[in-house]
């Protein structure tokens, strides 16, 4: 689950880009206008992206205006989404997958990395405030096991070594490579194809 | 009308109506947390699971439209089964302290588990721990005792129209609350105390005070403003413990405002109990006969003229009858007021000053305009019922004065009198819509009826509506709304002092000091000098009456007598005793009764019975009267300005309560509700 404790540090002010306006229009405009308030979640993900992934107090007072909604919906449906988050998670936000698959397939060695090399516990921002790490349930990706999300991308195929090279990275605040470690192109065999020879795009 | 077959009853039902409605006309109990009649249905808490045939699953009734040839049972095993497995559930986070719990007795929860609950918990984890949250001076929370109904939410959106409560997270998480745990800032928030199935809601002033089947309880009603809600007391000895509403559906449904319900503990402070006389700028303490005796003797120094009277705001129609019958017949004065500053009365007719749309009328209504009244503070459960209407129907809601936040949008058109010139002369958009609209409503409020302009404004709109055919037997739109529980008997049992020309003949000889003697019955609004004059005051309170008081007569508050009592709709009401006056404090009848027998002069009446009918006889003669026209008025140009009213402070029994000071404390913090707009 992600952190739903509300920080205790506030930034004062919040307001969207311009180039990130355009995009609430756009997302405002797809609804009929007595129902403005349908934008709430496409809004609160923007505040997301803009703001170093977490939604602070203000942001959700400007959405509430913005769509005309009293702050308290806004806050409940803020609440309500683990893929919220209410406290900073640094710019570069790691979420490692722990289910069955990743597990077996080594999650538990990515996780002691998380802690050498992150922090020691989740949800604790490193010490040069960039990132923070949580274990989160299945992203889906289990044949790519282990794997692990940073922001809106996914790492898959780890192992120690990589992931050490993947986070030494963001905490120098680059953006790593994502995708497969072993270079698979997407979820195709490991060691080549077996079957489908012939199809050339298969 | 289709038909449903209910454990193999054939019943008929009307359409729109669901399963849980439809069996209980067919008379059969349906278990329930989160369904409740004036709320919109949530369908959570699946306490009312009953079995259809054909469906595999229990169905949750509340939620199921019921259509006809529909087979429901409510009595299979199936049913039995389903609904103790959904209270093992609840059960399983709910504490087990019934015993230190205020909700102990009136109960939902308690009640339902004597039928559904097993005998023994099979959880053995522990249970779920949830933060208090504070949600203002009058809610207690406790928040692991919460079953997450969402009735307060459904509350506060739809009937108060204050959406600061919310669930937030989700799950074993799901925690309910106001933004950042703000106070609720709505005059109606202490129904959800009533609404709360369980404990996590009770209330804060009434915490450990008593238990429900030890209080003796009185069904009457209130007099905080001019509604006249239907009210329970509870009271525990001579205390009044607590108020609660009682179902009137022309009136206050079930809601009551606040005011209403904690106004109480000022019942029991500031108490007038022992008749007092000002001795060199010092009340003393004396006997009712010493006090009396004086009251005479200084009456005696004074003509007719120079005596005056002043009815209060929380007077029943006994006393102002007793006390009309003991100034004019008695004392041979005509100078009776029941107003306290210059708002314009037309008493010519009954319809010049009640409600004539009745509160229930509100609800047909396709238009309403406001005219100087803030009805959110003047008279809530009226101003519950616009918003039930606006919610419902749509209906478009105008108004003349800024009035602030509604709880509803209300297009403001202005301040100024010369609107309603407008709307006379038809120049004005809203006076198109009026005369289109099939049941309008003008509401007048009494800042709209202040000073020189209220003629105008009164008499002009009366003649418009008069001109469109708004004022027949069916449909009249003329509405005046007063803020005095007093108000509308008072002028039935004609309290006033007008002439044809002046309305405001009496304030113009107070201030113009021409009185010597006032006698304020519970009147504590008061804003005159007092200089040379002599004072009575008879009431409950020791407040600004009671301040400038040489004579100080003891009354029964309203919990304490049985009165009569006319709403703002011209409704007679009967309020009941649930308790009695302290010490030596007498009911007033009996204080101008015991005047008349000191003075050796014969009273109307003997006894109350005497009184209630003379009181009936001269109210119908009121009802009667009706048609009378009135000439052309000219035009005054005046701003309408609604005056601020200290909602938690208007009468003296709110400003001796302590929970209404914290009210008012806390208000005056928030200036906004709903969206906060200065943050």
Redesign the interface.
């Known amino acids: 689950m992600s952190v ?1 404790k509300i920080s205790k540090t506030q930034p004062e002010l919040f307001e969207f880009t311009q180039d990130n306006l355009k995009k609430v229009r756009k997302e405002i405009d797809k609804y009929p206008k007595d129902r403005k308030a349908s934008a709430v979640i496409a809004l609160l993900y923007l505040v997301q992206n803009q703001n170093d992934n977490w939604i602070p ?1 203000v942001a959700i ?1 400007y959405v ?2 913005l769509l ?6 806004v ?2 449906v803020a ?2 989404y683990s893929m919220f988050n209410l406290t900073p998670v640094g710019k570069y936000f790691v979420q490692v997958c722990t289910t069955t698959p990743c597990m077996i397939r080594g999650a538990n060695k990515l996780t002691t990395i998380c802690k050498n090399l992150i922090s020691k516990n989740q949800n604790e921002l490193s010490e040069n405030k960039l990132c923070s790490w949580m274990e989160v349930e299945c992203l889906g990706a289990c044949v790519n096991a282990p794997m692990m999300q940073i922001n809106q991308d996914y790492f898959e195929d780890l192992d120690e070594n990589k992931t050490k090279e993947i986070f030494e990275t963001i905490l120098n605040d680059q953006f790593p490579k994502p995708g497969s470690a072993k270079n698979r192109k997407n979820n195709a065999p490991e060691n080549g194809k077996t079957t489908l020879l012939e199809v050339k795009n298969a | 009308m289709p038909k449903i077959i209910i454990n193999n009853k054939e019943i008929e039902f009307e359409e729109g109506m669901t399963v849980l409605q439809a069996c209980e006309l067919a008379g059969e109990e349906i278990p329930r947390f989160c369904y409740h009649e004036r709320l919109s249905i949530a369908g959570n808490c699946r306490m009312c699971l009953v079995e259809m045939e054909k469906s595999p699953k229990p169905i949750a009734s509340c939620a199921m439209p019921a259509t006809e040839g529909m087979k429901i049972k409510t009595n299979t095993s199936l049913v039995d089964k389903a609904r103790k497995g959904v209270m093992e559930f609840l059960l399983a986070n709910h504490p087990l302290d019934c015993p230190v719990c205020d909700q102990g007795g009136e109960c939902d929860l308690q009640d339902q588990s004597l039928f559904y609950g097993l005998d023994s918990s099979r959880y053995t984890e522990s249970k779920r721990q949830v933060d208090e949250k504070y949600m203002g001076p009058l809610i207690k929370t406790q928040m692991t005792r919460c079953i997450h109904c969402t009735r307060c939410i459904r509350f506060a959106t739809e009937v108060a129209g204050i959406p600061e409560l919310g669930a937030t997270g989700r799950g074993e998480d799901m925690e309910i609350t106001t933004y950042l745990e703000k106070s609720m800032e709505s005059e109606l928030s202490a129904n959800v105390i009533d609404l709360c199935p369980v404990g996590a809601l009770t209330s804060k002033p009434y915490a450990f005070e008593a238990r429900p089947w030890e209080l003796k309880k009185t069904e009457t009603i209130d007099v905080m403003d001019a509604v006249g809600s239907n009210i329970r007391v509870d009271s525990y000895g001579w205390e009044v413990k607590r108020v609660l509403p009682r179902i009137n559906e022309d009136i206050n449904e079930e809601w009551i405002s606040d005011k209403t319900r904690y106004s109480c503990d000022g019942l029991l402070k500031q108490r007038l109990d022992t008749p007092l006389i000002r001795e060199n700028g010092k009340l003393q303490k004396t006997s009712w006969d010493i006090a009396l005796k004086l009251l005479i003797k200084k009456i005696n120094l004074f003509k007719p003229d120079q005596i005056a009277g002043m009815v209060g705001d929380l007077a029943d129609l006994e006393m102002i009858y007793s006390f009309k019958s003991f100034f004019n017949n008695i004392l041979r004065s005509e100078n009776l007021e029941c107003r306290n500053d210059r708002i314009y009365i037309n008493p010519k007719e009954r319809m010049n000053y009640i409600f004539n749309s009745k509160i229930n009328g509100i609800e047909e209504s396709d238009l309403i305009l406001l005219v100087g009244t803030n009805p959110r503070l003047e008279a809530t459960i009226l101003n519950a019922r616009i918003r039930k209407a606006y919610v419902k129907n749509q209906i478009k809601i105008y108004s003349i004065g800024d009035p602030g936040d509604l709880t509803y949008p209300c297009e403001y058109l202005g301040s100024s009198t010369s609107i309603i010139k407008e709307i006379l002369s038809g120049s004005n958009k809203i006076s198109e819509k009026i005369k289109k609209s099939k049941k309008p409503i003008i509401i007048l409020g009494e800042s709209s009826l202040y000073g020189e302009k209220g003629k105008y404004i009164f008499e002009s709109l009366k003649s418009f509506l008069e001109e469109n055919n708004f004022l027949k037997e069916d449909w009249n739109a003329l509405n005046v709304l007063s803020q005095q529980a007093s108000r509308v008997g008072a002028i039935d049992l004609e309290a006033y002092s007008i002439s044809e020309e002046n309305n405001f003949k009496f304030f113009d000889k107070l201030h113009n000091n021409e009185f010597k003697f006032i006698y304020l019955l519970g009147q504590d609004n008061i804003n005159f000098e007092k200089n040379d004059k002599f004072i009575v005051y008879q009431g409950s309170h020791g407040d600004k009456g009671a301040e400038i008081a040489d004579i100080i007569l003891p009354g029964a508050a309203y919990t304490e007598k049985d009165g009569l009592f006319i709403n703002l709709e011209g409704k007679l009401q009967r309020a009941y005793k649930a308790s009695y006056p302290p010490g030596d404090a007498r009911e007033d009848w009996v204080i101008f009764k015991d005047l008349s027998n000191i003075m050796n002069k014969k009273s109307e009446y003997n006894n109350i019975q005497k009184l209630k009918e003379l009181i009936k006889k001269s109210v119908n003669l009121k009802i009667n009267k009706n048609n009378i026209k009135t000439n052309k008025v000219d035009f005054v140009e005046e701003n309408i300005l609604i005056k601020p009213m200290d909602y938690y402070y208007t009468n003296p029994i709110s400003r001796a309560s302590k929970v209404m000071s914290e009210c008012r404390q806390i208000s005056k913090k928030f200036l906004f509700t709903g969206v906060e707009k200065a943050s």
């Open positions: 739903k107090l007072k509430a205006n005309n909604m009293p702050y308290i919906k806050f409940e609440t309500f």
